[in-house]
């Protein structure tokens, strides 16, 4: 079956440069949800989206923005990297058409090293 | 305090042992998941239970909503059930998944 596909898997960048993390959720699946986890940390939810719409926000840095297209992939664009941004960036689909909320599946995550 | 309280934080067992984790919580929920990460970072997904219990394969999750507590149990462990148990809740009207520390378990054959 497929499942949550993010790119890319490794991001090494620079102190304040650019990053763009791209998220592809399972087909059918209409609500994307962006999460952060540091080394040693539990994640930490950063924003999510329904239907292109964003649909609530957690601690998402104002560094940060992220949209969902019209094939409801999404992409997380970081600016002026810090180091602390260093983290694992996981991407989670769910399909919540119906107006219920239903299970969460992730992806592999996008492993972001700044230095 | 935490909204989500894992125990034990590590957890040590010989391969066939029983083990059981648990998850306290602090807020009304909607849902509850548990969650497997191995090393390398991927995170899957268990379960998900709003009330009862669920089974899969060697896998039992129950929840009691009164006491706001979940148990996932792993019958007859194996070395490759070794990872991080996160449990990990959503409450009231939010979207977002609110995570426990998780509990790193080694099986040791």
């Known amino acids: 079956a497929a499942g949550v596909i993010q790119s890319p898997r490794h991001l090494i960048k620079e102190k304040r440069e650019t990053a763009t993390l791209k998220c592809y959720p399972i087909?059918?699946?209409?609500?994307v949800y962006w999460y952060q986890q540091g080394p040693g940390q539990d994640p930490q939810f950063l924003i999510s989206f329904y239907e292109k719409m964003q649909s609530d926000k957690g601690s998402i840095p104002d560094r940060f923005s992220a949209q969902q297209f019209s094939d409801y992939h999404s992409e997380l664009n970081m600016s002026s990297l810090e180091l602390g941004d260093s983290a694992l960036y996981f991407c989670?689909?769910?399909?919540?058409?119906?107006?219920?909320?239903?299970?969460?599946?992730f992806g592999p995550g996008t492993r972001l090293t700044v230095l | 305090k935490n909204e989500v309280e894992q125990s034990p934080q590590n957890l040590t067992a010989q391969e066939g042992e029983f083990i059981t984790i648990n998850c306290s919580y602090s807020?009304?929920?909607?849902?509850l998941h548990w969650l497997q990460q191995h090393p390398g970072g991927g995170i899957v997904s268990l379960f998900m239970?709003?009330?009862g219990k669920k089974k899969h394969g060697r896998l039992i999750a129950t929840i009691n909503i009164q006491e706001k507590h979940s148990s996932l149990h792993i019958t007859a462990s194996h070395p490759r059930d070794s990872a991080v148990y996160i449990c990990a809740v959503r409450s009231g009207g939010s979207e977002k998944l609110v995570f426990g520390k998780g509990m790193k378990l080694t099986v040791n054959p």
């Open positions: 807020v009304g929920i909607s849902a």
């Open positions: 239970l709003s009330s």
């Open positions: 989670a689909s769910s399909p919540r058409g119906q107006g219920n909320y239903n299970e969460q599946f």
């Open positions: 087909p059918r699946h209409d609500t």
